[in-house]
């Protein structure tokens, strides 16, 4: 075992890998390299990680992701030792760790990395694990050895996450715009049928349908990390809610992913969830 393998199983990632950064630009708009490169001048690898998250499927109206604290934080404060190994070994380069936060497209970077397996949905598939894996990265210019690994193959591509989808199961493309995780963080009035949509949908944030329907999640190995197995909340009540502003809001859920578009996106959800569907728009 290697120096890093130990530092990123010390930090509690189920697999890592790294890709040399110039494998990354095709997939990378100039915008997005050029606030990499302010990140990190001359960046030259991206180590992924993936972290996993699945903690049951209890019953709930949470996302399975969203119910433990906030992988943004817990990413971070589990890659900061990793990056401090590295500039022991490479003093005056710089190591800048990222979870979800970046200009770096974190699943390309993992699936380069020959990590899991591409999954038709868009996510990491890493057995045992399923898709229930977060992914962080550390960018660097530092001239790290990393030989460059056969990409991720396919998944077995049984359509099941596809027909689960109420956006691609009709065989169109994929709008964001339509997703049911974006719709229930997306902030101001909705449209009738963005309403009705929500209003039939069994959570109130984020969509588990295509992972929940994915073969590679039927027996998904639960995660040995406490800040996503152990106090969960798995569900959310008006009355959680009731009176709460957004600082008190923040003071009581701010550690937690669902936090972070504040409480009346919530409210509007679960006011939806307890009245008849909108009928959508001809």
Same mark, same amino acid.
């Given at each position: 075992m290697t120096g890093l393998d130990r530092a990123f199983q010390d930090a509690g990632a189920a697999a890592w890998g790294g890709v040399a950064y110039r494998r990354l630009l095709p997939h990378m708009a100039p915008e997005a390299h050029a606030r990499a490169e302010a990140l990190c001048p001359r960046p030259a690898a991206v180590l992924a990680a993936a972290f996993p998250y699945y903690a049951g499927d209890r019953p709930g109206n949470l996302s399975l992701y969203a119910r433990g604290e906030d992988y943004h934080r817990v990413l971070l404060r589990r890659l900061a030792p990793i990056c401090d190994v590295l500039m022991e070994q490479y003093p005056g380069e710089s190591f800048v760790p990222a979870a979800d936060s970046s200009p770096l497209p974190e699943r390309e970077a993992a699936w380069l990395a020959g990590l899991g397996l591409r999954g038709r949905n868009g996510l990491?598939?890493?057995?045992? @694990? =399923?898709?229930?894996? /977060?992914?962080?990265?550390?960018?660097?210019?530092?001239?790290?050895? $990393?030989?460059?690994?056969p990409t991720a193959p396919d998944c077995m591509g049984c359509g099941r996450c596809r027909?689960?989808?109420?956006?691609?199961?009709?065989?169109?493309?994929?709008?964001?715009?339509?997703?049911?995780?974006h719709l229930t963080q997306k902030k101001g009035t909705l449209t009738p049928a963005e309403a009705a949509a929500l209003a039939a949908h069994p959570l109130i944030w984020g969509c588990d349908l295509c992972q929940t329907a994915c073969p590679y999640n039927e027996a998904a190995a639960r995660s040995p990390l406490p800040e996503f197995s152990a106090g969960c909340i798995d569900s959310l009540?008006?009355?959680?809610?009731?009176?709460?502003?957004?600082?008190?809001?923040?003071?009581? @859920? =701010?550690?937690?992913? /669902?936090?972070?578009?504040?409480?009346?996106?919530?409210?509007?959800? $679960?006011?939806?969830?307890?009245?008849?569907?909108?009928?959508?728009?001809?």
């Open positions: 990491l598939i890493l057995p045992p @694990y =399923g898709s229930y894996v /977060f992914l962080g990265t550390i960018l660097t210019g530092a001239p790290l050895p $990393l030989p460059e690994r027909a689960a989808c109420p956006v691609r199961r009709d065989g169109a493309a994929w709008d964001s715009s339509r997703c049911l995780s009540t008006p009355a959680d809610l009731e009176g709460l502003t957004n600082r008190t809001f923040d003071a009581r @859920y =701010g550690q937690r992913a /669902f936090a972070w578009r504040g409480p009346a996106v919530l409210r509007r959800n $679960l006011a939806l969830h307890g009245s008849p569907p909108p009928a959508p728009s001809a």
